[in-house]
């Protein structure tokens, strides 16, 4: 009989321990969902911000071809702006799914069993890391392509007031 009550209460301790555990889970889950809802937020507005600088590239672009350049570092520069904002739009997609991943596995999350659940917050973990590591990377680049506009405009101004000063005299 003591055996019995003994196995009893070790099976009733290690069922309350499990859903200790099981809670703790889910309150970190719960804390890795709030951080994706904001990231969510920052994301959108980092997408606002890449495309308004696509857009001034591509005016930028059109304007460049139109003005008589002899800096062939300009069209360089251009075409490494090109491959950059190129990488960038493949980056914000791949942020986007992983949002909605994050998204999607809530509903399956409490049917999950505790190793699971392990799992998945360490996955989650691993993509918040890798998206705040990108998208600073990312606001890094767009603040030098900006930078970089704004010398190569200068540098376009001044080749084409040479241009206006040769042809007055």
Not at 10 to 19: H, P, Q, T, V
Not at 22 to 45: F, G, P
């Amino acid at each position: 009989m003591k055996k019995l009550c003994t196995i009893v209460l070790a099976i009733g301790l290690l069922s309350i321990s499990c859903d200790d555990k099981k809670k703790d889970l889910t309150a970190q889950y719960d804390v890795l969902m709030s951080e994706t809802e904001k990231m969510e937020i920052a994301h959108e507005k980092f997408e606002k911000t890449h495309e308004a600088l696509v857009t001034e590239h591509r005016t930028f672009k059109e304007d460049s071809k139109t003005m008589t350049v002899q800096d062939s570092t300009v069209f360089e520069d251009l075409a490494k702006h090109d491959v950059i904002l190129k990488r960038h739009d493949a980056i914000i997609s791949s942020h986007a799914t992983l949002i909605e991943g994050h998204k999607e596995l809530k509903a399956d999350f409490d049917g999950m069993n505790e190793a699971g659940m392990e799992a998945q917050i360490e996955a989650m973990q691993k993509d918040h890391d890798k998206m705040m590591e990108e998208h600073e990377t990312m606001e890094k680049e767009h603040q030098t392509m900006v930078d970089e506009h704004k010398g190569i405009m200068e540098k376009m101004k001044q080749m084409e007031d040479a241009n206006t000063d040769d042809d007055q005299m």
